[in-house]
């Protein structure tokens, strides 16, 4: 099951169904110039992906990751720190194992009959920021043009630790970034379903407590579908339209949702 939905005008997230994998890519908001946006930048990077995936059985997942992000960058020349990023939530499975790659803010849920496992990379959120929106949203300063200022001016220093020891690792043009994701696997005799999701969803968990855990969001979108789950997740951000009580970068993000089940459901479409 899938369900996209842009924050504002086009979204910059992207989804890749495989019959062996899915891919889940939310591009960076462009604050700062560059040629592309991350729309554009996951755009490419997924379709790289959804060609080595399907040809790369056996392969270790990070150097699938890495040979992408190589692809796109040789293609289209790309510098570091002058391009477009994007996350990558991978998961990919086979008849005894199913794989989980997260790199940046986009995580993976493995339900399995004994628990729930968080596939999660929170560095970015650990990097040091000079310039802080949230004292000003949470004062009702809204989302204006100031507000556009802040997150331009907190760029330009989080930017200072992409693809860097102690700082974050993100898919940008740096094709060693993939060997830091966050791993993991298990057997697929114990996986009952996945979730992936672009922090526009996962925001819903772990900031809006719209459901209390992970399992409650996998319940609403089995009961109702997935994009119930969005409805969910934008109907608090709507309660919310200044950023009062959940200070964000935005008003809405760009919203990706991919469940995958494994109890003999066909894969999601």
């Known amino acids: ?27 960076a908001t462009t604050l700062l110039p ?11 990077l997924g379709e790289a992906l ?26 289209h020349d790309l510098r570091p720190g002058e391009s477009p990023s994007s996350t990558v939530a991978l998961v990919r499975w086979d008849d005894e194992v199913v794989e989980g790659l997260v790199l940046a803010d986009s995580p993976v849920v493995a339900f399995t009959d004994a628990d729930v496992h968080v596939v999660a990379d929170h560095r970015l959120a650990q990097v040091p920021r000079t310039v802080a929106y949230g004292p000003r949203l949470r004062a009702g300063g809204g989302f204006d043009d100031e507000h556009w200022a802040t997150l331009v001016a907190s760029a330009r220093g989080v930017r200072e630790w992409r693809n860097r020891e102690g700082g974050f690792w993100v898919a940008e043009a740096v094709p060693a970034a ?39 969001l996998l319940a609403c979108a089995e009961r109702h579908g997935p994009d119930a789950v969005l409805d969910r997740v934008r109907a608090a951000e709507e309660s919310d339209p200044d950023g009062r009580r959940w200070p964000r970068s935005k008003r809405h993000d760009d919203q990706s949702l991919a469940v995958i089940r494994f109890d003999g459901a066909a894969p999601p479409r």
């Open 50 to 75: 959804r060609t080595r995936l399907a040809d790369g059985t056996g392969t270790d997942l990070a150097d699938v990751l890495a040979a992408a992000i190589e692809d796109v960058v040789t293609t």
């Open 1 to 27: 099951m899938i369900a996209e939905r842009p924050g504002a005008g086009r979204t910059e997230d992207r989804v890749v169904v495989l019959p062996n994998a899915v891919a889940l890519l939310d591009g």
């Open 178 to 216: 993939a060997h830091q994701a966050v791993r993991a696997s298990w057997p697929r005799a114990d996986v009952r379903a996945v979730v992936m999701a672009s922090d526009g969803v996962s925001c819903g968990v772990e900031d809006y407590g719209v459901f209390p855990d992970w399992s409650a």
């Open 34 to 44: 560059t040629a592309h946006d991350g729309g554009w930048y996951a755009e490419r």
